[in-house]
């Protein structure tokens, strides 16, 4: 599971999981990860979570960011990659090997908004790597995604969005955006989780996907 950093004068302060579309860096108190700090702008940058990976951006505050010293706007992350916000840092892994408190989210097209809750990060699960669905109407169709991380999120911001999670017991699809949940086999998933077989079926913002293993 990928996670942020937040540390200051070389010394970490808190591990943030990254489960949601967009995960929000400021001062001011609806941020995601709030900084109280001098030189932190109300709305100081964004990471943003999609199939490929994470990136950065700075939402042009007043003060900037910087990375390795050097300013930085937008950057696509890569594990280690420290980031400076004034008296802050934050530092990106993109392992998926620490306990993790998920906080309230909103969430991407390939990332999700889980509400506050504890969820411990899980090791790959056996027997599973082959699970993927595969796109059948929508964009991107034809495409395979296979579910090689604990959760995979799919669906579009703001209008639907669900997660896939690995378990021992199989694949899930949970509700986490939206006001019309899913369809798994043409009946709505509710406001749960319903776990998946292979074939299942699954509409939700105009796509269809097939989930296969």
């Not at 937040?6 to 967009?22: E, H, M, N, T, Y």
């Not at 700075?58 to 050097?70: A, E, H, K």
């Not at 097209?109 to 669905?133: E, W, Y």
Request: charged share 20%; with cysteine; hydrophobic share 40%.
């Amino acid at each position: 599971m990928a996670t942020i950093i937040l540390a200051k004068d070389g010394i970490d302060l808190q591990v943030f999981p990254l489960l949601k579309a967009r995960t929000t860096i400021g001062r001011r108190t609806y941020n995601d990860i709030v900084i109280d700090a001098p030189g932190i702008s109300g709305e100081h940058a964004v990471l943003v979570m999609s199939l490929d990976g994470v990136y950065f951006e700075d939402l042009d505050s007043t003060n900037g960011s910087q990375l390795n010293g050097q300013p930085v706007r937008k950057h696509f992350l890569h594990d280690g990659d420290v980031i400076e916000l004034a008296t802050h840092a934050i530092r990106y892994r993109a392992g998926e090997d620490m306990p993790v408190d998920v906080m309230p989210a909103k969430t991407d097209a390939d990332s999700g908004d889980l509400r506050q809750t504890t969820v411990p990060a899980q090791q790959p699960v056996a027997g599973q790597s082959a699970a993927f669905i595969r796109i059948l109407k929508g964009v991107g169709a034809g495409k395979d995604i296979p579910l090689l991380k604990t959760m995979t999120t799919v669906g579009r911001p703001g209008i639907q969005v669900a997660v896939l999670t690995k378990t021992p017991q199989g694949v899930s699809l949970t509700h986490v955006e939206g006001k019309v949940p899913a369809l798994v086999n043409g009946q709505s998933i509710g406001n749960g989780t319903r776990m998946l077989a292979s074939g299942d079926l699954i509409e939700m913002s105009g796509a269809e996907m097939v989930f296969l293993c």
